[in-house]
């Protein structure tokens, strides 16, 4: 089956953790170990989000006293696919030694007039205390709003519409290729009267991006994958309980935030609502088992899901990682 497993930038960099090379190396790897089983069994695409790290060079370059004005987000976003599609490549050549992989750089298209440049909701960057975060706000024009414990930076999230590099992924679909692709959602772009592309400064929203690449592709399954084991219904209260197997219609039923597991439960939605496959949400060292109807909690267009068996476990001694 043709399987679209999308990991956050947490993944690379967790909550708390310094922005260090080493750090997000020593990740990627405990990642790739969990998603190694699927490789293994199905053709694999995988996307990844860079909001600490898009986050961490926006910081850099507003800071760089020889720049005349700090790089813009599409830029930034590009520099972080090829920084993190590198680590994906390296460490899953390393897991499984003689695969082809392929890690490209994705332009997303994005409507010119989408009312989200003008209602930024997507997180990116570390975290900050409130007045930490009101202080760079102030000094850089940021705007800022809290997420769980703490505050950061928020910026305009636009709308995917396709990805404009989806025939070269599938080419390298067909040929064997293991694919790491639409990171950071893709470096978002709009198209000209003459037809011609050109960046915006925006963060796509990588859930909803690659479940728009699922869609083009004729994927079998899109994979969400977090740090949570599910969705929870009435999360955060006392009566909060896991939703284990749901159609679109009862997920989107649920209130969920809007820069957090929202995009995520709309991403799983309208993938299975398009094509009538398979989506799901769960955490990262649950993939094999989410896939095997034993984790995670899976969307289908009738609400029921008994795993694909081929699927074999993953090793959850040595896999310990936060992903969103």
Same mark, same amino acid.
């Given at each position: 089956?043709?399987?679209?497993?999308?990991?956050?930038?947490?993944?690379?960099?967790?909550?708390?953790?310094?922005?260090?090379?080493?750090?997000?190396?020593? !990740?990627?790897?405990?990642?790739?170990?969990?998603?190694?089983?699927?490789?293994?069994?199905?053709?694999?695409?995988?996307?990844?989000? !860079?909001?600490?790290?898009?986050?961490?060079?926006?910081?850099?370059?507003?800071?760089?006293?020889?720049?005349?004005?700090?790089?813009?987000?599409?830029?930034?976003?590009?520099?972080?696919?090829?920084?993190?599609?590198? &680590?994906?490549?390296?460490?899953?050549? !390393?897991?499984?030694?003689?695969?082809?992989?392929?890690?490209?750089? !994705?332009?997303?298209?994005?409507?010119?007039?989408?009312?989200?440049?003008?209602?930024?909701?997507?997180?990116?960057?570390?975290?900050?205390?409130?007045?930490?975060?009101?202080?760079?706000?102030?000094?850089?024009? &940021?705007?800022?709003?809290?997420?769980?414990?703490? &505050?950061?930076?928020?910026?305009?999230?636009?709308?995917?519409?396709?990805?404009?590099?989806?025939?070269?992924?599938?080419?390298?679909?067909?040929?064997?290729?293991?694919?790491?692709?639409?990171?950071?959602?893709?470096?978002?772009?709009?198209?000209?009267?003459?037809? %011609?592309?050109?960046?915006? %400064?925006?963060?796509? @929203?990588? @859930?909803?991006?690659?479940?728009?690449?699922?869609?083009?592709?004729?994927?079998?399954?899109?994979?969400?994958?977090?740090?949570?084991?599910?969705?929870?219904?009435?999360?955060?209260?006392?009566?909060?309980?896991?939703?284990?197997?749901?159609?679109?219609?009862?997920?989107?039923?649920?209130?969920?935030?809007?820069?957090?597991?929202?995009?995520?439960?709309?991403?799983?939605?309208?993938?299975?609502?398009?094509?009538?496959?398979?989506?799901?949400?769960?955490?990262?060292?649950?993939?094999?088992?989410?896939?095997?109807?034993?984790?995670?909690?899976?969307?289908?267009?009738?609400?029921?899901?008994?795993?694909?068996?081929?699927?074999?476990?993953?090793?959850?001694?040595?896999?310990?990682?936060?992903?969103?």
């Amino acid at each position: 089956m043709r399987v679209v497993a999308t990991l956050g930038g947490n993944a690379l960099l967790q909550r708390g953790q310094k922005p260090d090379a080493d750090v997000q190396e020593r !990740n990627v790897r405990l990642a790739v170990a969990a998603l190694a089983p699927l490789a293994a069994d199905h053709e694999l695409v995988l996307t990844h989000g !860079n909001g600490p790290q898009v986050g961490v060079l926006a910081l850099q370059s507003a800071s760089d006293p020889r720049l005349t004005s700090p790089y813009p987000f599409d830029v930034l976003g590009a520099q972080t696919q090829g920084m993190i599609g590198y &680590w994906l490549l390296q460490a899953m050549e !390393n897991e499984l030694p003689g695969r082809q992989v392929a890690a490209i750089i !994705n332009q997303t298209l994005v409507a010119a007039a989408d009312p989200a440049f003008a209602d930024p909701t997507k997180f990116v960057g570390e975290m900050y205390t409130e007045e930490e975060a009101h202080r760079l706000a102030t000094e850089r024009g &940021w705007t800022v709003k809290p997420d769980g414990t703490g &505050w950061r930076r928020v910026v305009g999230s636009p709308r995917p519409h396709r990805v404009i590099e989806t025939r070269l992924i599938r080419l390298l679909l067909q040929s064997g290729a293991i694919v790491v692709c639409a990171g950071g959602g893709g470096v978002p772009v709009i198209r000209n009267e003459r037809g %011609e592309l050109s960046g915006v %400064e925006a963060v796509v @929203d990588k @859930d909803l991006t690659s479940s728009v690449l699922a869609e083009a592709l004729d994927a079998d399954v899109l994979l969400v994958l977090t740090d949570v084991p599910s969705v929870m219904r009435d999360f955060g209260t006392p009566d909060q309980q896991p939703v284990r197997q749901a159609t679109p219609g009862s997920l989107r039923a649920l209130d969920f935030a809007a820069g957090s597991m929202g995009p995520k439960v709309e991403a799983v939605c309208r993938f299975v609502e398009l094509t009538g496959g398979i989506a799901a949400i769960g955490r990262l060292e649950d993939a094999p088992a989410i896939l095997r109807g034993e984790a995670g909690t899976v969307v289908t267009p009738s609400g029921s899901f008994h795993g694909l068996p081929s699927v074999g476990p993953s090793n959850p001694d040595t896999v310990r990682v936060a992903v969103s």
